[in-house]
């Protein structure tokens, strides 16, 4: 079946430091991925829609500046969470479909906690 | 925004019970999924539903859509142990890009 592999699965940074973190599709080309931040016990909210070669669509209420999305090609995208801030700390899950409207495929998260 | 709303927001059974989880909307779709998480863990897909489907089968599992009422309901027949996590609905909106909205989830424990 279909794999998406995200990568760290934890990471622990210091306030102010940068965060990248990346999202592959192994066996597939996905030229949309998606972005998403999960609170703890809660549901996943989207945060920006990425597609191959063009910039990110972002959600209401998303910075963008903060949220550094980057689509390079139809395996990889990876978000970076700029300046990190205690508050940023939580749960981030990349998704990928192959086809529009099909099932989405997700990486297992990364769990980021900015001290 | 998130879109779905889902009951019951936890739910504790016994195995070898059913288990239903429903889940409202309040958009047009394009298709409904049903999606499953441990703890901790990336999401599963469970199903797919469309909107001009009324039913689906794949296993244990049974969904249900009401495009009327703008719902649909998860039943896990005889349940397991490892049925244990949490289960969200989710939808695609027409014209949207084929992202996907969550509903709000629903704890499911089931106790051996």
């Known amino acids: 079946g279909a794999v998406v592999s995200q990568h760290p699965s934890r990471v622990i940074c210091k306030s102010g430091t940068s965060v990248k973190i990346e999202c592959r599709s192994l066996?597939?080309?996905?030229?949309?991925m998606f972005w998403y931040r999960q609170f703890p016990k809660k549901s996943l909210m989207l945060m920006a829609t990425?597609?191959?070669?063009?910039?990110?669509?972002?959600e209401q209420g998303v910075e963008k500046d903060k949220f550094l999305i980057n689509h390079a090609s139809l395996t990889l995208s990876t978000l970076t969470v700029t300046s990190a801030h205690p508050e940023d700390s939580s749960f981030y899950i990349c998704?990928?479909?192959?086809?529009?409207?099909?099932?989405?495929?997700f990486g297992n998260g990364t769990r980021l906690t900015v001290t | 925004s998130q879109q779905g709303e889902e009951d019951p927001q936890a739910l504790s059974i016994q195995e070898g019970e059913n288990a239903t989880m429903n889940c409202s909307y309040k958009?047009?779709?394009?298709?409904l999924q049903w999606y499953r998480q441990n703890s901790g863990r990336g999401l599963v897909h469970l199903i797919l539903?469309?909107?001009?489907?009324r039913e689906k089968h794949s296993g244990r599992l049974r969904v249900t859509l009401d495009t009327s009422k703008k719902s649909s309901s998860l039943l896990i027949t005889a349940s397991r142990a490892a049925d244990t996590a949490s289960y969200f609905c989710?939808?695609?909106?027409?014209?949207?890009?084929?992202?996907?909205?969550f509903g709000q989830g629903t704890e499911l424990s089931v106790k051996p």
């Open positions: 989710a939808t695609v909106l027409y014209n949207q890009g084929g992202k996907l909205i």
């Open positions: 539903i469309r909107s001009n489907e």
């Open positions: 990425s597609n191959e070669g063009s910039k990110a669509t972002y």
């Open positions: 958009t047009s779709i394009n298709n």
């Open positions: 998704s990928a479909s192959s086809q529009t409207n099909s099932p989405l495929h």
């Open positions: 066996d597939f080309q996905a030229t949309t």
